[in-house]
């Protein structure tokens, strides 16, 4: 099974300063037909999650600019340019090669 | 747009079956993709439970596969979760999900006497 290690699992950090958030898994999400199935989610306080960064590094429609997302092989980041209020929530990343699925921890975003 | 919805029981005894049914529209489940089931206990992060391709290919996570089960029913373009002999470990909010951008809004499952 690929396990999926986040770090940090809490973050503190003032608007308008970078975070960055680490995802490690212990075998690559690289597909034969050679997409890597990492993702990224936002879960808001009292909403379903929200689908941020879809392989890799690319941005679902209408996620703004300051959020980005890097890696390969079994490391990957997600950072935020310049925190915002809007910001807040648990972030966490996921493999999804089929037929398994595997979520991170979760980190824990707030604002100073 | 795709939407998603979660239906249920929010409150199940101990040692007896969980079951939810996750109807789908503006998109049919034979069509295609990966869809599923997510839950998020009380104070915890974000475990996959299980998923299937259309109407075959399911898959469950290991740790839940002795007790659950996925069906697809096309006609209703709906799918559903079982989860046999709960506990309150089982407790969580549980989502409904066509991995891996829409997500129903959740429903929450106590597992209580």
């Known amino acids: 099974d690929i396990v999926m290690t986040q770090t940090p699992l809490f973050l503190s950090v003032t608007p308008g300063q970078p975070a960055s958030i680490s995802c490690k898994s212990t075998q690559s999400p690289l597909h034969s037909d050679g997409k890597t199935y990492l993702y990224w989610y936002l879960q808001k306080p009292g909403q379903s999650p929200q689908l941020l960064i879809y392989?890799?590094?690319s941005r679902i429609s209408g996620v703004p600019d300051r959020f980005s997302g890097s890696g390969s092989g079994t490391d990957f980041t997600l950072k935020i340019s310049r925190v915002e209020a809007e910001d807040v929530g648990l972030y966490y990343c996921m493999q999804g090669i089929h037929p398994m699925y595997t979520f991170g921890q979760g980190t824990k975003l707030e604002i100073k | 747009q795709v939407q998603l919805q979660e239906s249920g029981p929010g409150l199940v005894k101990p040692s007896e079956t969980l079951s939810l049914t996750c109807a789908v529209s503006?998109?049919?489940?034979?069509?295609?993709?990966?869809w599923g089931w997510i839950r998020r206990p009380p104070g915890k992060g974000l475990e996959w439970i299980g998923s299937f391709y259309r109407t075959g290919s399911t898959s469950y996570n290991p740790s839940l596969k002795s007790r659950v089960s996925i069906s697809v029913d096309t006609s209703k373009n709906q799918f559903s979760l079982k989860l046999t002999s709960v506990t309150a470990a089982d407790t969580a909010v549980y989502y409904c999900?066509?991995?891996?951008?829409?997500w129903g809004q959740g429903t929450l499952v106590t597992v209580s006497p």
């Open positions: 392989e890799v590094s």
């Open positions: 503006g998109y049919s489940i034979s069509t295609g993709s990966y």
């Open positions: 999900a066509r991995y891996p951008d829409h």
